[in-house]
């Protein structure tokens, strides 16, 4: 055996190791840091890079306008301009063009998941319409419809339609038959078994849905616009590119990124809540 060593704790005893506060050193990763607050920083660093090279190698106005000259642009527009009676122009139409969409997606899906000779008509029948460019479709519109706001609402619906019906009647057909079967079995109708149980199953999908299409209802309204119309973002687009007014068109364009995050942002809230307990959504709590 071999004797203990002098400086080894009593037997019976544990041998504490106390640290200092300086030998813990906690490390904060970037990824550890808020979202906001990395693109925020990322945005605004590439925001300077942006006004310092174009004021350092005296970038002309008409190619390429500094921040802080769209910036004005946008003050100016909105204070003595035209820009709050454009931008309700465009917002109307992505609103009434995505609510329709909404309706409409919804209610075929419920239709076409609940029914096999539904699905064989209609879904190719719906495939064959996407297929066909929504861009060449609005000059048709514009012909029916006039150079009024109803050409662009159901270019816009017609836009954000597709990915509506598509993720809802994939969420609609991913209840459990068990299930179904169960409510059957207890007398539920078709109508308890499409609001308790297949409705609320489609949620999340559904809502995946409406954040596509929100996104390509802002690209559908502008598209319509520039076709042909009389107010709107994009007709004010079109009439700075006449008269070379690029700091206008980079206005316009940070308009239109703004609706889009809100949209976004709305429904990403909205389903939150909604879908409260799908995975997602908790990982993204979790996260956040």
Do not use: C
């Not at 109307?92 to 309706?103: D, N």
Request: hydrophobic share 55%; aromatic share 8%; charged share 15%.
């Amino acid at each position: 055996m071999t004797a203990p060593s002098p400086h080894s704790p009593p037997p019976g005893r544990t041998l504490t190791v106390r640290r200092e506060a300086g030998d813990t050193v906690n490390r904060r990763r970037l990824s550890d840091l808020p979202g906001w607050l990395l693109s925020s920083t990322t945005v605004l660093i590439l925001l300077t890079i942006w006004e310092v090279s174009v004021r350092t190698f005296d970038v002309s106005v008409i190619l390429f306008p500094a921040p802080t000259r769209i910036v004005e642009a946008l003050v100016e527009g909105f204070t003595q301009g035209p820009f709050l009676r454009h931008t309700w122009v465009t917002l109307q139409e992505i609103i009434y063009g995505f609510g329709i969409a909404v309706v409409a997606g919804l209610l075929v899906a419920v239709w076409v998941s609940s029914s096999r000779l539904a699905e064989k008509i209609v879904l190719p029948i719906v495939v064959v319409l996407q297929t066909v460019p929504k861009v060449a479709l609005a000059p048709l519109f514009l012909v029916w419809f006039g150079f009024g706001i109803e050409s662009k609402i159901l270019t816009t619906a017609l836009i954000a339609f597709f990915p509506i019906l598509v993720n809802a009647t994939l969420g609609f057909n991913s209840t459990s038959g068990d299930q179904v079967n169960m409510m059957r079995s207890f007398g539920a109708t078709r109508l308890q078994i499409l609001t308790r149980l297949r409705l609320p199953t489609a949620v999340p999908s559904i809502i995946a849905g409406l954040d596509v299409a929100v996104v390509l209802s802002v690209i559908g309204a502008i598209v319509a616009e520039f076709v042909g119309s009389q107010a709107g973002l994009g007709y004010l687009i079109i009439a700075s590119n006449t008269s070379l007014d690029v700091a206008t068109m980079f206005a316009a364009l940070v308009v239109l990124s703004v609706i889009g995050l809100v949209l976004h942002y709305a429904v990403v809230l909205g389903g939150r809540r909604l879908a409260f307990w799908s995975e997602e959504n908790r990982a993204r709590s979790v996260a956040n």
